[in-house]
């Protein structure tokens, strides 16, 4: 190759530098950005609502006659422009939905008094709450109605029994339940007992006190509840020939389920036979000496024996709210093959270890012949019933040689409805002295531990304070140096409390009156006796019937002379 001039070295490099760029492929070019949202636009798509269900400028809260206008109800559409102008004020200010909103329309109502005549201001406003928890938007469909019921028929007669015939359903839709499997943070640390009210649970479900539910047969799906003593009775349908495949005829069916020690633990009870009864059928009944073999239901010459006409559960429980022990009572009988149902008794109570139990004196109200229940009130604690054999008010018991001396820590209960007297005779000799005597005195006839409190019913828990009545002590007594007390009265007021279809009795006031005497100095070598009496009354302070609300409505008008013609 021939080699290249000075100066056409110089051209070819001046051609290279003076040629142009390479062509590069021409990218988009991006769009330009949007403008900036308007401030207040956004503001109000946050702000906006949704459309009220309910117009406030429709409701009416004070309108209560039918096509007429009511006094002072500045938002009843049938009133007039002259009704208005009589209105002395409006009854119902302002009108709103509901309360939890944060912000929602209000209809306010009020009178222009100046105008001539006076007329009625009507502004629909915007209400804002001003409470910090409020409901921002009803987004919640469901809540706003009331979903129809399902009307039973024909076809689906036996799906709603099934799921509404028992004592207790759920009324949340199958979507809201929770998986019961998964696990609960806040179990870890709870500690699970037994709270008045809570259904005992057992192995397979829940302990089960038959009870009629609509009619008066029997329902299985009544759950015993803690604390809450019960007393039912119902009808079971039977058959003789089949008597033996009906379950809730037999022992098993009520002690074949053991009883969780505390809800939703391992621990078990089981319920133990405590005593068996056989009632025959012309109703005399025999304790049975063996109560450890179930007996089974079996037919015997056109009978069925060992039929459970009755079962009493008894739960011993402790203050931690765990029960320790379950026994079952059981009356047994026959029914002939005539029979085409039985009645049933089911009943239960409970008891706290280590304490006595107490009989009630009725359920709720007194029953006339049982004692009244009485106690004690410490501080900052429930009623401490007496000391006594059953927690009884009592009085001083009368002996047949009316000593004063002898009769000394002798009572007897005061039953409900009934009045008493007691008493006895004291000798007095001239070496008595007066403060012993009077302190003797005031024991024999208060006893050594007067009670403060008496149950206002039959069935009045001790933990329930406000169901005692304090005892009101007043005293009678004379202006002398020594003063002793002769008499106690005792008078309990007492009313018919609840429906008059069946009133239950209940204890409203309770007043203990001690009358004294003055006591004399006698001579020496004289003797005194005076009476030392102890009584109790009953008074029903029950208002009578209202005039309006006669149970036989009388009419006070005379008929024609010839109304019954041609009969006499």
């Not at 037999?250 to 089981?270: C, D, E, H, R, W």
């Not at 004690?376 to 429930?382: M, T």
């Not at 001690?514 to 029950?542: A, H, N, Y």
């Amino acid at each position: 190759m021939a080699a290249l001039r000075p100066g056409a070295f110089l051209l070819l490099l001046l051609f290279f530098l003076l040629l142009p760029p390479p062509l590069r492929a021409e990218e988009p070019s991006p769009e330009p950005p949007a403008p900036p949202e308007d401030r207040a636009a956004a503001g109000e798509r946050l702000r906006s609502r949704p459309v009220p269900v309910t117009d406030v400028a429709k409701l009416c809260t004070c309108d209560l006659l039918v096509a007429q206008c009511d006094v002072n109800c500045c938002c009843d559409p049938d009133c007039s422009a002259a009704d208005f102008s009589l209105f002395t004020t409006c009854s119902v200010p302002i009108v709103t939905g509901d309360s939890r909103l944060c912000s929602q329309k209000a209809a306010v109502y009020s009178l222009d008094v100046k105008a001539n005549p006076p007329e009625r201001v009507f502004q629909l406003i915007d209400h804002i709450n001003p409470s910090v928890f409020c409901i921002h938007a009803t987004n919640y469909k469901q809540a706003l109605y009331f979903p129809s019921p399902e009307m039973p028929t024909p076809e689906n007669f036996d799906e709603l029994f099934k799921k509404f015939g028992s004592a207790a359903f759920s009324a949340e839709p199958e979507s809201w339940t929770l998986d019961s499997d998964a696990p609960n943070p806040s179990d870890a640390n709870e500690t699970y007992r037994y709270e008045y009210g809570v259904p005992i649970q057992t192995v397979d479900g829940f302990l089960r006190l038959p009870s009629p539910v609509v009619s008066s047969w029997c329902s299985d799906a009544n759950p015993a509840g803690f604390l809450v003593n019960q007393a039912t009775k119902c009808i079971r349908s039977v058959s003789v020939g089949k008597c033996g495949n009906i379950q809730a005829l037999g022992m098993l069916f009520y002690t074949n389920s053991s009883i969780l020690a505390v809800p939703k633990s391992s621990q078990m009870v089981n319920i133990t036979v405590q005593s068996v009864v056989i009632q025959s059928l012309n109703g005399m009944r025999t304790l049975l000496n063996s109560k450890d073999v179930l007996r089974h239901p079996m037919i015997l010459d056109e009978l069925c024996m060992n039929v459970v006409l009755g079962v009493s559960y008894h739960i011993t429980y402790t203050d931690a709210g765990e029960i320790i022990e379950a026994a079952a009572s059981f009356v047994l009988g026959a029914i002939n093959k005539e029979a085409l149902s039985v009645q049933q008794s089911f009943e239960i109570s409970f008891t706290q270890v280590n304490t006595k139990p107490v009989p009630l004196s009725g359920n709720p109200g007194y029953v006339a012949g049982l004692p009244v229940r009485a106690g004690f009130k410490p501080q900052r604690s429930g009623i401490i019933q007496s000391t006594n054999t059953y927690g009884q008010l009592t009085i001083l018991q009368s002996t047949s040689n009316q000593d004063c001396l002898t009769a000394q820590g002798g009572r007897t209960p005061v039953l409900f409805g009934y009045n008493m007297i007691s008493g006895c005779k004291l000798r007095i000799t001239a070496a008595v002295k007066c403060q012993p005597l009077t302190q003797a005195l005031l024991d024999l006839l208060k006893g050594q531990s007067f009670p403060e409190y008496v149950a206002s019913f039959g069935n009045s828990q001790a933990e329930n304070v406000h169901d005692w009545v304090p005892i009101i002590h007043l005293q009678n007594s004379e202006q002398s140096p020594c003063q002793i007390p002769v008499s106690l009265e005792i008078e309990v007021k007492w009313t018919k409390y609840g429906s008059l279809v069946n009133p239950q009795a209940r204890i409203v006031n309770v007043t203990a009156t001690t009358t004294t005497t003055t006591l004399k100095q006698l001579p020496l070598g004289r003797e005194r006796t005076i009476p030392i009496l102890s009584s109790v009354v009953f008074t029903d302070i029950s208002s009578p019937a209202e005039p309006g609300y006669k149970a036989w409505p009388t009419i006070n008008a005379k008929l024609p002379f010839d109304f019954f013609f041609p009969f006499v």
